[in-house]
T-cell receptor, first 117, second 113 residues
Framework: GAVVSQHPSRVICKSGTSVKIECRSL??????MFWYRQFPKQSLMLMAT?????????EQGVEKDKFLINHASLTLSTLTVTSAHPEDSSFYIC?????????????FGPGTRLTVL | AQSVSQHNHHVILSEAASLELGCNYS??????LFWYVQYPGQHLQLLLK??????LVKGIKGFEAEFIKSKFSFNLRKPSVQWSDTAEYFC???????????FGAGTRLTVKP
């Protein structure tokens, strides 16, 4: 149980285009979803936290107009990178937390590698 | 703000050697502690976690960690590493009533066959 999927796993886009990444909790209801980015050989940095049905809370330094997060249902959150630029190239990872199986535990998706040309 | 420090950036061991990776955090309240592993090209996997109770926590694949509250530490140990343990290891801390999970910088472990 507690499986989180992400789609796509890899995306290459041109500079200036927008990219949407989906994060789904497959077998539990995710009351909270988290979005992280990971640069090569670095740790995960929390970008934003979203609770189902409410606006996302962004970490300091993360542009909310550039990284649009929608958490419309208890099983789906999306991250849209708008007007992507090469510096947005990174590995984006989502995680989800629900009331079950463990409230304080986050379950991570496999990540999406974004390359902006 | 809570922070997590992993002191070892890259550890190189031979097979059968013992492993200890350091993790210290700065937060005064109740914390939940985690160790994750990321194998090359794969996603994060939970190795073990501590919420409460016995401070010595046993996880998967022979790993264990000890929570020492007085030292704000949660070091990861394994008595005898294998080549397949080569991976990146991340310590993470989540404050008791907080959404945030903060990750350490990670420690890359290379096990030589």
């Amino acid at each position: 149980g507690a499986v989180v999927s992400q789609h796509p796993s890899r995306v290459i886009c041109k500079s200036g285009t927008s990219v949407k990444i989906e994060c789904r909790s497959l077998d539990f209801q995710a009351t909270t979803m988290f979005w992280y980015r990971q640069f090569p050989k670095q740790s995960l940095m929390l970008m934003a936290t979203s609770n189902e049905g409410s606006k996302a809370t962004y970490e300091q330094g993360v542009e909310k107009d550039k990284f649009l997060i929608n958490h419309a249902s208890l099983t789906l959150s999306t991250l849209t990178v708008t007007s992507a630029h090469p510096e947005d190239s990174s590995f984006y990872i989502c995680s989800a937390r629900g009331r079950r199986p463990g409230y304080n535990e986050q379950f991570f998706g496999p990540g999406t590698r974004l390359t902006v040309l | 703000a809570q922070s997590v420090s992993q002191h070892n950036h890259h550890v190189i061991l031979s097979e059968a050697a013992s492993l200890e990776l350091g993790c210290n955090y700065s937060y005064g309240g109740t914390v939940n502690l985690f160790w994750y592993v990321q194998y090359p090209g794969q996603h994060l996997q939970l190795l073990l976690k501590y919420f409460s109770g016995d401070p010595l926590v046993k996880g998967i694949k022979g790993f264990e960690a000890e929570f020492i509250k007085s030292k704000f530490s949660f070091n990861l140990r394994k008595p005898s590493v294998q080549w397949s343990d080569t991976a990146e290891y991340f310590c993470a801390v989540n404050a008791g009533n907080n959404n945030d999970m903060r990750f350490g910088a990670g420690t890359r472990l290379t096990v030589k066959p």
